[in-house]
């Protein structure tokens, strides 16, 4: 208590002053090295809790892209599928004689040897071996080779094992569109004295009841042959997207007629 006393009544008249300028002179530097020190670590941490805060923002924004992108794409979905049944309702008014099912196709043979796919309809669907399959435009997919209770395979017009009896619809020649590999037509027995170019669309005869007269299955590409030959060689493209299937529909009421030489 005296010591105390004793000090600020020396340090009142100034006799301190030197020992104080001595203190601050000595701990100035050591002040200012400190302050060098922390400051520093004062900004690290304070540029930390931006940068926290930065990718805080910057992950909430790319949640929200995410999710804005999917939303975009769930749309366009969407939209497409909306066309797609458009224009397949367009199908079926256009056909109005015939009754429908439409199908999603699910899958294709596994092993590319054979062009068939597979669909989500079956017995219990109405489905009926036979049933020709067609897609927007009218035009031909294939036909129903194989049903089971909840699914079907359809085979493809540009399968090896198809044929389709049909004519030019320009000029009326008749032939038979058969299948080939490399998903590639060919309509046989087109005679020599045929009129037919390439561009000519090429449809369902209806001869021999496998089909309805009418749907169309490609463009002519290609003509050739000799005068000498019997027939003509021609090349078909098909109009059908037959890689790109995602929907389809089935001619539910019509019954093939399976004809037997006399």
């Known amino acids: 208590m005296g010591v105390g006393v004793l000090l600020l009544a020396l340090s009142g008249i100034g006799l301190l002053r030197p020992v104080e300028n001595v203190s601050y002179t000595v701990l100035s530097p050591i002040e200012a090295a400190l302050r060098s020190i922390a400051q520093p ?20 924004l790319r949640a929200e892209n995410e999710r804005l992108n999917a939303e975009i794409a769930r749309l366009r979905e969407e939209g497409t599928q909306h066309e797609q049944l ?24 596994p092993s590319n040897l054979r062009e068939v796919i597979a669909i989500d309809r079956g017995n219990s669907d109405g489905m009926r071996v036979g049933m020709p399959v067609v897609t927007e435009g009218n035009t031909l997919v294939g036909t129903l080779t194989r ?15 198809s044929a ?12 038979v569109v058969a299948g080939g590999y490399n998903r590639r037509l060919s309509m046989e027995f087109v005679s020599q004295d045929s009129a037919v170019k390439e ?45 790109r299937l995602e929907t389809v529909l089935v001619m539910t009421s019509f019954v093939p007629t399976r004809l037997t030489t006399p």
């Open 41 to 60: 670590i004062a900004n690290a941490v304070s540029n930390y809790g931006d940068v926290r805060a930065l990718t805080t923002e910057n992950e909430g």
């Open 86 to 109: 458009e224009r397949l309702l367009e199908v079926k008014n256009s056909l109005s004689d015939q009754d429908f099912s439409a199908a999603k196709v699910f899958a294709r043979d």
């Open 147 to 161: 049903v089971e209770s909840d699914h079907a395979w359809v085979t493809l017009v540009t399968d090896v094992d």
């Open 164 to 175: 389709v009896s049909s004519l030019i619809l320009e000029s009326r020649a008749p032939g």
């Open 199 to 243: 561009g000519d669309t090429v449809v369902t005869s209806g001869l021999g009841g496998s089909y309805p007269a009418g749907l169309v299955i490609g463009k002519v590409t290609g003509v050739s042959g000799q005068r000498q030959e019997v027939f003509r060689a021609v090349t078909v493209e098909p109009l059908a997207s037959l890689t």
